[in-house]
């Protein structure tokens, strides 16, 4: 591989069908989720995935900032996703840029289809997800950590939103893309769905596939969104089983 400099195409598939980092074409990356880190915040969650890093935390239902906001029937959900100047390898303008506050809007979108906020009316629901180490792949990382987060502040939902980015690799459709094959690649398609339903909330892509691509990505996708759906359910059992009587009580 050529230095970073000089833009040099990596491999993203070998002969052997393997990708950069060793997975095979439907593999995730090692994923890690803590619920309730921050003592503070009403709910939070931080996830390892991969080499991002990602911190959420949820305020509320609280009074709604700005008051105009303010909705009569339901609460307000309010997100803010931030990617710290120092989470990626080249300079970055500390503050939300464009391309934060579109993904704050399409995170906040997605949650407003699954939280009961009419259980909340005049209220704002505040979501804060803070991306400490960004290696692709990140907006569903963050609502991954969100929806933990909105879960451990027990703000009732119809479920988990578990997220995933498929991609378009070599003319290869590849599960949760990692930085490399986000930047070549010929596709990256992120996803968040409701997994007792399967109905989608969140759907983008750059790039192009084939009517069959889309079709393999979405069943990839899917599959993939389930697996990361039961590691967020067993970080919210961690944090809330019972803990055992200490040694040597009566």
């Not at 008051?67 to 970055?92: G, P």
């Not at 704050?104 to 407003?112: G, L």
């Not at 084939?210 to 990361?228: D, K, N, Y």
Request: hydrophobic letters at 45%; a negative charge.
């Amino acid at each position: 591989m050529g230095s970073v400099g000089a833009k040099e195409v990596p491999v993203l598939l070998n002969a052997d069908g393997l990708r950069i980092d060793g997975r095979r074409l439907d593999e995730l990356r090692p994923i890690q989720i803590r619920a309730g880190p921050l003592p503070q915040a009403d709910g939070s969650a931080f996830v390892e995935w991969g080499q991002n890093k990602v911190m959420a935390a949820v305020y509320g239902p609280r009074e709604v900032h700005p008051r105009h906001l303010q909705q009569s029937t339901k609460a307000v959900i309010q997100c803010r996703y931030n990617m710290a100047a120092f989470s990626v390898d080249e300079r970055k303008r500390p503050g939300l840029d464009r391309r934060s506050q579109e993904i704050s809007k399409v995170i906040a979108e997605a949650f407003e289809s699954v939280v009961f906020a009419e259980e909340f009316p005049r209220t704002s629901i505040d979501v804060y997800i803070e991306v400490l180490q960004a290696n692709a792949g990140t907006r569903c990382a963050g609502l991954v950590a969100a929806s933990v987060a909105l879960a451990d502040a027990g703000i009732p939902m119809v479920d988990l939103l578990p997220a995933v980015a498929v991609g378009k690799i070599d003319n290869a459709i590849a599960l949760d893309l990692k930085k490399e094959e986000d930047n070549f690649g010929q596709a990256d398609l992120p996803m968040a769905l409701v997994p007792q339903s399967g109905r989608l909330v969140l759907l983008q892509m750059e790039g192009h596939m084939t009517e069959p691509e889309l079709a393999q990505a979405l069943e990839l996708g899917v599959g993939g969104c389930r697996v990361i759906h039961e590691k967020m359910k067993a970080a919210l059992r961690e944090r809330y089983s019972t803990a055992p009587l200490a040694a040597g009580a009566a």
